[in-house]
């Protein structure tokens, strides 16, 4: 007999309702939380449509249907999610909290109750009412979804308090989503204090409540609290804490965080490269300079898109990091690195149009790219060769005999495609670009208003 009422209350129709939503409802704010902790494939499904919806609570209200007690529904909520979400989530804080809560929904219908009865019956119709200082704190939509998952009891009374002459049009706001409004006059913590008076008589109006969410971070209402907790009430304590809504629970001491950064869309890898290639190359045109560190593409790029590479490579790229991403797409981006311990280089890897042809068939530009490859520099004195000839083409068409440090590195990099710099640090030359001209006996440095100039030494006959 035992074994039977056992079955009948996990096949419960409601609280294998109870459970589909609430694990449903886990998987909608984890895509819009944190989609890294979903596989792949379900990271851009619209959960939020009532066809998946109804897909998704059905097939995990049929796996739970083969489940014989309440220890083996666990197993097939675990194992269900196993098909949603990566292995790393079941290693977080977050997952515990949505296995006691669960194991509470689970649980609490065959829990017996001090004189006989069952929880279910004892507690049919209870329900959680919160109490909102508009003034002090505002919740939006979200965050009530949030605080209704937190509690036990559905919230089936809203009440917000406030100055609403002041409000501009957050009554109609507020009034539209079912809450209570209760006016109160101008005045210093008017609202906290109208919150107490009507909120310590809540257990004689509503006698069905169980549970009370204060929201308001203001110090004046934890006399409300302490009054509301001795007379058998569960208090949520909500306030605002930075970025985030922070609630306590009174009876397990336990806090929750629900941040309220609005979370920017994922790109795709399509929008996320093509965005990357689109920076970097405006870049480039501001600057004049064609490599970029990646430390600078990183700034950039969540500066412009309110969102970091490191974020959309978890989300696309699991167990990559953001400098691996230039290196798996060649035919895009072009990475180096001078040692282990440098920075990483990008520039955009582009193909040239094919222009006027020489007798040999092949292009100006080509020959000029293959003698850029072919010239590679692998010693000082091929470097400051290098620097000498530029410097004669720079001064042959120039009325000036020495030109500025910064146009010749510009043209050494056109050249050579790469900067000073690198150069410098591949040949191990310690220092800087004026202290290598200094050192180069064919080369003359000097410092004028303008800034460096470069030219070359008159050699004695």
């Given at each position: 007999m035992?074994?039977h009422?056992?079955?009948l209350?996990v096949?419960?129709?409601?609280l294998?309702?109870?459970?589909?939503i609430?694990?449903?409802?886990?998987?909608?704010?984890?895509?819009?939380q944190h989609?890294q902790w979903?596989?792949?494939?379900?990271?851009?499904?619209?959960w939020?449509?009532d066809?998946?919806?109804?897909i998704f609570?059905d097939r995990?209200?049929?796996?739970?249907l083969?489940?014989?007690?309440?220890k083996a529904?666990?197993l097939?909520v675990?194992?269900f999610?196993?098909?949603?979400v990566e292995p790393?989530f079941f290693?977080?804080?977050?997952?515990k909290v949505?296995?006691?809560?669960?194991r509470?929904?689970i649980?609490?219908?065959?829990t017996p109750?001090?004189?006989?009865?069952n929880?279910?019956?004892?507690?049919a119709?209870?329900?959680?009412?919160l109490?909102?200082?508009?003034?002090?704190l505002q919740l939006?939509?979200?965050?009530?979804?949030?605080?209704?998952?937190?509690c036990?009891y559905?919230?089936?009374?809203?009440?917000?308090?406030?100055?609403?002459?002041?409000?501009?049009?957050?009554?109609a706001?507020?009034h539209?989503?079912?809450?209570?409004?209760?006016?109160?006059?101008p005045?210093?913590d008017s609202?906290?204090l109208?919150?107490a008076?009507?909120?310590s008589?809540i257990f004689?109006?509503?006698?069905?409540a169980k549970e009370v969410l204060v929201?308001s971070?203001?110090?004046?209402i934890?006399?409300?609290?302490?009054?509301?907790?001795?007379h058998?009430?569960?208090?949520?304590r909500?306030r605002?804490?930075?970025?985030a809504i922070?609630?306590?629970n009174?009876?397990?001491?336990?806090?929750?965080t629900h941040?309220?950064k609005?979370i920017?869309?994922?790109?795709?890898v399509?929008?996320f490269?093509a965005?990357?290639?689109?920076?970097i190359?405006?870049?480039?045109?501001?600057t004049g300079c064609?490599?970029?560190?990646?430390?600078?593409i990183s700034n950039?790029?969540?500066?412009?898109y309110?969102?970091?590479?490191?974020q959309v490579?978890?989300?696309h790229?699991?167990g990559?990091?953001?400098?691996?991403i230039?290196?798996?797409y060649p035919?895009?981006?072009v990475?180096?690195q001078?040692s282990?311990?440098?920075?990483l280089y990008?520039t955009?890897?582009?193909m040239?149009?094919?222009?006027a042809?020489?007798?040999?068939g092949?292009?100006?530009?080509?020959?000029?790219q293959n003698h850029?490859i072919?010239?590679s520099i692998?010693?000082?004195s091929?470097?400051?060769?290098?620097?000498?000839n530029?410097?004669?083409i720079l001064t042959?068409?120039?009325?000036?005999s020495a030109?500025?440090?910064?146009t010749?590195g510009?043209e050494f990099?056109?050249k050579?495609?790469?900067t000073?710099?690198?150069?410098l640090d591949?040949?191990n030359?310690?220092?800087?670009?004026?202290?290598?001209?200094?050192s180069c006996?064919?080369?003359?440095?000097?410092?004028?208003k303008?800034?460096w100039?470069?030219?070359?030494?008159?050699?004695?006959?």
């Amino acid at each position: 007999m035992p074994d039977h009422i056992s079955l009948l209350s996990v096949t419960d129709s409601t609280l294998l309702d109870r459970i589909s939503i609430y694990i449903y409802e886990a998987v909608l704010e984890m895509q819009r939380q944190h989609p890294q902790w979903l596989k792949e494939k379900y990271r851009k499904v619209a959960w939020k449509d009532d066809r998946y919806q109804s897909i998704f609570k059905d097939r995990l209200k049929q796996e739970l249907l083969n489940a014989s007690d309440q220890k083996a529904q666990l197993l097939k909520v675990r194992k269900f999610l196993q098909l949603l979400v990566e292995p790393s989530f079941f290693e977080t804080a977050e997952f515990k909290v949505l296995i006691k809560n669960l194991r509470q929904i689970i649980i609490q219908p065959s829990t017996p109750s001090n004189d006989g009865e069952n929880l279910d019956s004892k507690s049919a119709g209870a329900i959680a009412i919160l109490l909102l200082d508009v003034e002090n704190l505002q919740l939006d939509v979200e965050t009530e979804k949030f605080l209704d998952k937190i509690c036990t009891y559905p919230i089936q009374i809203k009440i917000a308090f406030a100055n609403w002459r002041s409000m501009g049009r957050k009554d109609a706001e507020f009034h539209e989503r079912h809450y209570e409004l209760i006016h109160v006059p101008p005045g210093k913590d008017s609202a906290d204090l109208k919150m107490a008076t009507v909120g310590s008589s809540i257990f004689v109006h509503y006698p069905n409540a169980k549970e009370v969410l204060v929201c308001s971070s203001d110090k004046a209402i934890i006399h409300l609290c302490t009054t509301l907790q001795t007379h058998g009430l569960t208090v949520y304590r909500v306030r605002k804490q930075k970025d985030a809504i922070a609630v306590f629970n009174s009876k397990t001491g336990e806090t929750q965080t629900h941040s309220l950064k609005t979370i920017p869309e994922m790109p795709s890898v399509e929008e996320f490269i093509a965005g990357l290639k689109l920076l970097i190359k405006a870049e480039q045109l501001r600057t004049g300079c064609q490599w970029l560190k990646l430390s600078r593409i990183s700034n950039l790029f969540q500066s412009k898109y309110q969102i970091t590479i490191t974020q959309v490579v978890a989300t696309h790229f699991p167990g990559k990091k953001p400098r691996d991403i230039f290196f798996e797409y060649p035919s895009e981006f072009v990475a180096h690195q001078v040692s282990e311990r440098s920075q990483l280089y990008i520039t955009l890897f582009e193909m040239s149009e094919p222009k006027a042809s020489n007798t040999n068939g092949s292009t100006p530009e080509l020959d000029e790219q293959n003698h850029m490859i072919n010239s590679s520099i692998s010693s000082p004195s091929e470097l400051e060769e290098a620097l000498v000839n530029i410097l004669k083409i720079l001064t042959a068409k120039s009325s000036n005999s020495a030109i500025s440090m910064s146009t010749l590195g510009s043209e050494f990099h056109k050249k050579y495609g790469k900067t000073i710099s690198i150069t410098l640090d591949e040949l191990n030359l310690n220092g800087n670009f004026p202290k290598f001209i200094k050192s180069c006996s064919s080369l003359k440095l000097g410092q004028t208003k303008k800034g460096w100039q470069v030219a070359i030494a008159q050699t004695e006959d």
